[in-house]
């Protein structure tokens, strides 16, 4: 029969065992890395955890990219309870993203925090993805908030023919419009409406050398919008 012979014809490829093998591993690796972590933090403080479980009290929010080498604590040297973290595909905040809206509302408006940082990074594979005109299936649906960054910034991105300069470049025109993006939703508009202690800002996490770029678009206010986005205060006096 036929799949008597697809049969033969796969085992020498594939040894299910072997693959078993490797995923227990890299999974146990994980469960005994966690003890390992414990054991570090009991060592160096015995009441590490009893101080841990009261409560959290960060004064920054990392919107970011799930990428897994920009891990938002240890790019910035920060420990557990100090930054606030949302991360997605090319860190794109969507207003229309009840996940992103949400953890943004908790954060500026429960635990008060004083920075927003939206974070990219050069090399970005979701930035990268965009730039292509291949079908990658349903993220090509995230993607084209990325491509339409791409169609505002076309007059510089156009004139650029080396394709890793052309992808850093949309990498860093992605994080302005991402963080533009955030100083229009009426979470962002509101608090600064009640405080001036709460700043949105643009940074770039340079792979190659583990550096942050400021790229220096830091907003704390409304004024400068544009008239099409600013509000009004809400009629209730604030939201
Ligand atoms: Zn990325």
Not at 49 to 71: A, T, Y
Request: proline share 2%; aromatic share 6%.
């Amino acid at each position: 029969m036929k799949t008597e012979n697809q049969k033969q014809d796969i085992t020498p490829v594939i040894n299910i065992d072997k693959i078993k093998l490797t995923q227990k591993e890299s999974y146990n690796a994980l469960l005994s890395g966690n003890r390992e972590w414990v054991n570090k933090r009991l060592k160096d403080d015995p009441d590490y955890f009893k101080k841990l479980s009261k409560g959290q009290s960060p004064e920054v929010l990392w919107i970011g990219c799930s990428d897994s080498r920009v891990p938002a604590n240890e790019v910035t040297n920060t420990q557990p309870g100090e930054v606030f973290v949302h991360r997605n595909i090319a860190n794109v905040c969507a207003h229309s993203d009840m996940n992103m809206l949400s953890v943004l509302d908790y954060a500026v408006n429960v635990l008060k925090v004083k920075h927003v940082i939206v974070a990219g990074h050069y090399g970005c594979g979701g930035v990268a993805a965009a730039l292509s005109n291949k079908q990658f299936g349903l993220i090509d649906n995230w993607l084209r908030h990325i491509k339409d960054v791409y169609r505002l910034h076309s007059h510089e991105l156009d004139r650029i023919t080396d394709h890793e300069t052309k992808v850093n470049r949309l990498v860093e025109l992605n994080v302005v419009e991402q963080a533009y993006n955030l100083c229009k939703t009426t979470i962002i508009q509101n608090a600064w409406k009640e405080r001036t202690d709460l700043e949105v800002h643009g940074w770039i996490v340079d792979i190659n050398t583990g550096l942050v770029k400021d790229l220096k678009v830091t907003n704390n206010d409304s004024q400068n919008l544009g008239y099409v986005y600013e509000l009004d205060l809400a009629a209730n006096g604030a939201h």
